[in-house]
């Protein structure tokens, strides 16, 4: 099947590419599933709890005060590199990347929706201003000296595994109406932004096929457009190490790492 990537890419100019985790694992960012598409881990927390539990905040913003240094030295992979790579070539007629890590546009680039937002912003749920994760990393570490200190392992976006009290944790306010403040990113039971959506459709009307790359789908959000792809006629490539939720609308499927898959991209050989 790995044969028949490059001609499936070769065969249309306006791919629709749709990342997931998989393409960041090689930068030392953990997946959240196995090949089963099951949860490895406790799945993350939820909008609904974040924004109702003084203590699910405590314990977000600790845990993401040790794992956010990691998470920001992750650096591009060769996945990411080839992605830029096609899009330099002509081919991708939209990035919509299921992670919030930016690194495909630290790759290169540029026709990129985060579906789930960015984890290098803040925002305030009272006033709406955005501000800088690094900036916040500096408040949180004045308000809970020795904090930093703690050892934990590497968590997905950004966090850290890491089980204490964490009830003397001290979450800062917003700097400028003192409202709450969470990462500009969409938590499970919160709704993609409509107009991030809309921009995705549109996209999607323009496109030619549908290259799934790193994603077991399992989440409706991003799930929705390949689902409507089908729908529409496009062919759907994906290439994942396991199951997804789009198998059954499949025109091709490759069950190898990302890199490995996608490396032709890099190799000097041009699609025609």
């Given at each position: 099947m790995v044969a028949e990537l490059p001609e499936f890419i070769a065969r249309h100019r306006r791919l629709l590419v749709v990342?997931?985790?998989?393409?960041?694992t090689d930068s030392g960012i953990p997946d959240?599933?196995?090949?089963?598409?099951?949860?490895?881990?406790t799945p993350p927390v939820t909008f609904q709890a974040f924004m109702g539990e003084a203590a699910t905040r405590q314990r977000y913003w600790a845990r993401s005060l040790l794992g956010w240094p990691r998470f920001g030295l992750a650096r591009p992979?060769?996945?990411?590199?080839?992605?830029?790579?096609l899009?330099?070539?002509?081919?991708?007629?939209?990035?919509?990347?299921?992670?919030?890590?930016?690194?495909?546009?630290r790759a290169?680039?540029?026709?990129?929706?985060?579906?789930?937002g960015r984890l290098d912003r803040v925002r305030c749920m009272a006033c709406e201003a955005r501000s800088s994760r690094e900036r916040l990393q500096v408040r949180l570490l004045a308000a809970n000296p020795g904090w930093d200190r703690l050892d934990a392992g590497m968590a997905p976006d950004g966090d850290a595994d890491l089980e204490t009290d964490f009830s003397a944790f001290q979450v800062p306010d917003c700097?400028?109406?003192?409202?709450?403040?969470?990462?500009?990113?969409?938590?499970?039971?919160?709704?993609?932004?409509?107009?991030?959506?809309a921009a995705v459709q549109a996209h999607l009307q323009q496109s030619d096929a549908v290259l799934v790359v790193g994603s077991s789908l399992m989440v409706y959000s991003g799930f929705r457009f390949v689902d409507a792809a089908a729908k529409?006629?496009?062919?759907?490539?994906?290439?994942?190490?396991?199951?997804?939720?789009?198998?059954h609308l499949l025109s091709l499927k490759?069950?190898?790492?990302?890199?490995?898959?996608?490396?032709?991209?890099?190799?000097?050989?041009?699609?025609?």
């Open positions: 990342t997931g985790a998989g393409c960041s959240y599933r196995d090949a089963d598409g099951q949860w490895k881990r992979n060769t996945t990411h590199h080839a992605l830029a790579a899009e330099a070539d002509g081919r991708v007629e939209l990035l919509l990347t299921q992670n919030v890590d930016c690194l495909h546009q290169g680039s540029q026709t990129v929706i985060d579906l789930h700097e400028h109406c003192g409202g709450l403040l969470k990462p500009d990113v969409v938590f499970f039971g919160e709704n993609v932004p409509r107009e991030r959506v529409a006629g496009l062919p759907i490539a994906a290439v994942n190490l396991g199951r997804t939720r789009a198998d490759v069950q190898m790492p990302c890199a490995q898959a996608l490396g032709f991209l890099l190799d000097g050989t041009k699609t025609q």
